[in-house]
Nanobody, 112 residues
Framework: QVQLVESGGGLVQPGGSLRLSCTVS????????MNWYRQAPGNQREWVAY???????DYTSSVKGRFTVSRDNAKSTVYLQMNDLKPEDTASYYC??????WGQGTQVTVSS
């Protein structure tokens, strides 16, 4: 059974940075494209970023230039480096492997 465990969330001031991690077990991580999603209270879950097995990345427009997704296959871990955080980035962040494997989420709160 695939398990995804996120970490690294917290409270940060606007303009600050956080790095989220998602460690995967029970799956051949090296063969998986990895996604990050987020969900703010009252909103639908939205796609944020993804990285292919070959390292190709893409981002939703609102985070381009501020967020960077990367992966360490030796550690079965995907990262989301978030810089210049804004209050609108406040959400629970989830990693996801299609079709139906989600982590439990990690909370990011951007507030002064």
């Amino acid at each position: 059974q695939v398990q995804l465990v996120e970490s690294g969330g917290g409270l940060v001031q606007p303009g600050g940075s956080l790095r989220l991690s998602c460690t995967v077990s029970g799956s051949n991580f090296n063969t998986q494209d990895m996604n990050w999603y987020r969900q703010a209270p009252g909103n639908q879950r939205e796609w944020v970023a993804y990285i292919t097995t070959g390292g190709w990345t893409d981002y939703t427009s609102s985070v381009k230039g501020r967020f960077t997704v990367s992966r360490d296959n030796a550690k079965s871990t995907v990262y989301l480096q978030m810089n210049d955080l804004k209050p609108e980035d406040t959400a629970s962040y989830y990693c996801y492997i299609p079709p139906d494997s989600w982590g439990q989420g990690t909370q990011v709160t951007v507030s002064s």
